[in-house]
């Protein structure tokens, strides 16, 4: 599920419902960043439903590798401090062509690669877009999983 961009009781609803209706099948919803669209309380409401959360780590607009990485670091702790015992965080991080919000050589699988490493309790990663990873992308992919 794509997320709302703020707090909506009609989301953590929707989730409630989706819960019930599912009982024990996996769910996971990508969420918001840059932080503060979530307050701490909301992530972990939403979380007391979900069994994965997955921040998108892109489309920043940001223009410097390391800004990048400080940026994903400080959201990823953000989410791991305020999700409910037990709920995956599982970030998606880019590897697609450029846009008006990504530029390739400041969000890619190596500069985001230190803030996973620095941030505990990441599960995991989704790559976003798959299908448009190149060699320099796919060889990232294997440093990072490394």
Known sequence: LEPFSADNSNYTGLLA????????????VTAPVPLRRWSPSFMAKVSSYVDAVSPMAYDSGIGDSAVYANWVAESLSTYRANLEPG??????????????????AVENLDSVRPALESVGGVEGAAVYWWWEMGNADLEAWGRLIA
């Not at 709920?87 to 390739?104: E, F, K, M, V």
């Open 17 to 28: 419902e989706i819960r019930r209706h599912l009982g024990s099948t996996w769910v996971g």
């Open 87 to 104: 709920t995956q965080l599982l970030p998606s991080i880019p590897a697609y062509g450029p846009n008006r919000w990504h530029d390739p």
